[in-house]
Every structure is written in structure tokens, then in C-alpha cells.
């Protein structure tokens, strides 16, 4: 249990924060945020391949989403933005700037900059589809070029009204390790085969949170 703050990176996990990843919570944000930070600081691709992956954060996703023109948003992403082949987005329904609290569903949206498609994985029936073309056509627009349709993806189907963000960090976590154990010369990046998900392997549900409130506890007893 996390009885007080965890710095983590830039990531922020509060003790309310680590709550949301018990069965049956709904995970905001800072969940999301922190689980890809570690992703990204523990799992680094390696130097010679010629893959360039790029893990966008939920805060960010959604500023780029609901920002009426989201160049002006450009100094301030991540630079591996520019330059990555892959890049994992969460999306969020999500639509007020100026409500703290919002949103009912999570979704993932992936873009592949060598065939210039962006893939989409949703567990409740494509319910964030609309949100997911309006970051596609932001992105494309920051990223200066023309998007291409969007492929839906065969993704797991969730139960519940709750268990969303916790599918879309089980298929990022799946995908990111499938992408970063590729040999260094493989050509195959940007085969859209890499990027479908094996459900038979994916991490359940609640085994996916416990796995990410013991890497919070963890962390937080070794500082």
C-alpha cells in the first residue's frame, strides 16, 4: 500500500492515485503516466535498431486532443516525437480543458510512420473512435503530413465499465516488449503483424494491476 507520494521521473503517483489501480477503480492519468515513464526509463530500445519508439503521455495526449491548434503545442512535446517510427498514444474521451475530472473510456491509438497508418485498439466496441480521428488528424497535422486511414485493430473486450486503461497498458506493455526484442537489423518494423495483439498472452486484468501497485511499492521503498 502507498501511504505517501512517489516521485517517479516526471511521473506523480499519490496515495489516492495508487487507489485507482485496485479491482473495480477506474484509472486516471497519473496511472497511465506512471506506468509508461517506467516503461520507457527501464525497457530503452537498443541504440542500433532501427526502430524509434516514442510513448506519449496521457496528459499530453489529451492537451494535443482538445487544443485548437495543437502546433502551438510543438516546443513543448517530447523531441522523440519527431523522430520516432512508432509512437503509443493514449487516448480519453475526455473533452472539457477546463474540468479537472472527465472522461469515461480509454482507448489506444498507434501510429506507423513507415506505412503512415495509425492503428487502433479499443476494448468497449470502438466506443472512442470519434476522439481517436480527431488526435489522428491533430497529430498529422503537428507531425506535417497526411494521414492515412485508420485500421481497427482485434482487440480483447473488456466486461465492465471500469477496466479500460488497464487494457490499454497491458497491449502498450505487450507491444513495447514485442517491438524492443527485435534484432537490431530486423525490416520487419513496420509490419503491422508486430502490432496485433496476442490475446492468449496478454496479461489479465487484475494480475496487470497488481503487477503495476507492486512496481509502485517497490519503487517507493527503495528511495
Known amino acids: 500500500m ?3 507520494t512517489l516521485y517517479y521521473k516526471d511521473a506523480m503517483l499519490t496515495p489516492a492515485d495508487y487507489d485507482y489501480l485496485y479491482d473495480d477503480r477506474w ?3 497519473q496511472c497511465i503516466d506512471f506506468y509508461l515513464e517506467y516503461l520507457e526509463y527501464n525497457f530503452p530500445i537498443k541504440d542500433d535498431s532501427k ?3 516514442c510513448l506519449l503521455r496521457a496528459s499530453m495526449s489529451f492537451l494535443i486532443s482538445n487544443i485548437e491548434d495543437a502546433k502551438y503545442l510543438s516546443k513543448a512535446l ?3 516525437m519527431f523522430s520516432a517510427n512508432i509512437i503509443f498514444i493514449p487516448v480519453n474521451d475526455k473533452q472539457l480543458l477546463e474540468s479537472f475530472v472527465g472522461g469515461s473510456h480509454w482507448s489506444l491509438l498507434v501510429y506507423v510512420k513507415n506505412s503512415n497508418k495509425f492503428l487502433y485498439y479499443d476494448s468497449a466496441n470502438n466506443y472512442n473512435l470519434y476522439v481517436a480521428n480527431k488526435f489522428a488528424d491533430k497529430i498529422s497535422g503537428i507531425l506535417e ?3 492515412d486511414d485508420m485500421k481497427i ?3 480483447p473486450q473488456q466486461m465492465n465499465g471500469i477496466d479500460c486503461g488497464v487494457y490499454v497498458l497491458s497491449i502498450i506493455d505487450q507491444l513495447y516488449q514485442r517491438i524492443i526484442e527485435l534484432p537490431s537489423n530486423s525490416d520487419q518494423a513496420d509490419c503491422e503483424k508486430i502490432l496485433e495483439v496476442d490475446k492468449q ?3 489479465p486484468i487484475s494480475d496487470m494491476r497488481k503487477e503495476i501497485r507492486d512496481l509502485a511499492e ?3 521503498n527503495s528511495k
Open 2 to 4: 502507498l501511504t505517501s
Open 27 to 29: 484509472l486516471n492519468d
Open 51 to 53: 526502430v524509434r519508439l
Open 78 to 80: 517530447p523531441k522523440q
Open 145 to 147: 503530413f497526411e494521414r
Open 153 to 155: 485493430m482485434n482487440t
Open 201 to 203: 498472452n496478454l496479461l
Open 218 to 220: 517497490k519503487l517507493k
